[in-house]
Nanobody
Framework: QVQLVESGGGLVQAGGSLRLSCAASGRTFSSHAMGWFRQAPGKDREFVAAISASGGSTYYGTDYRDSVKGRFTISRDNAKNTVYLQMNNLKPEDTAVYSC?????????????????WGQGTQVTVSS
């Protein structure tokens, strides 16, 4: 059974940083791309970032490329079966539930339909 468990969320003031972690088990972690999505209250789930199985390719959602550029960084440690999302200079509009997901493929994908396993999510709240 595939399990994804996020951690690292919390309450932070604007300008602060958080590093989210997602520990995976139940499938060959290094064979699958991983992604981070977020959902703010009253809004649809949105793609934030993805990383290829090898870690050699990353992609940040078009809608967020400008807003997260230079602030968010996705990375992974295949030896630890863990994917990370480093978030710096956080803004109140970054407040959301952040979920990691495991892709069906090894290459970077952005559509949630290309991900077949999801974590429960971790709340990130940024106060102004």
């Amino acid at each position: 059974q595939v399990q994804l468990v996020e951690s690292g969320g919390g309450l932070v003031q604007a300008g602060g940083s958080l590093r989210l972690s997602c520990a995976a088990s139940g499938r060959t972690f290094s064979s699958h791309a991983m992604g981070w999505f977020r959902q703010a209250p009253g809004k649809d789930r949105e793609f934030v970032a993805a990383i290829s199985a090898s870690g050699g390719s990353t992609y940040y959602g078009t809608d967020y490329r400008d807003s997260v550029k230079g602030r968010f960084t996705i990375s992974r440690d295949n030896a630890k079966n863990t994917v990370y999302l480093q978030m710096n200079n956080l803004k109140p509009e970054d407040t959301a539930v952040y979920s990691c997901a495991s892709a069906k493929t090894s290459v970077v994908v952005t559509s949630p339909y290309n991900y077949d396993y999801w974590g429960q999510g971790t709340q990130v709240t940024v106060s102004s």
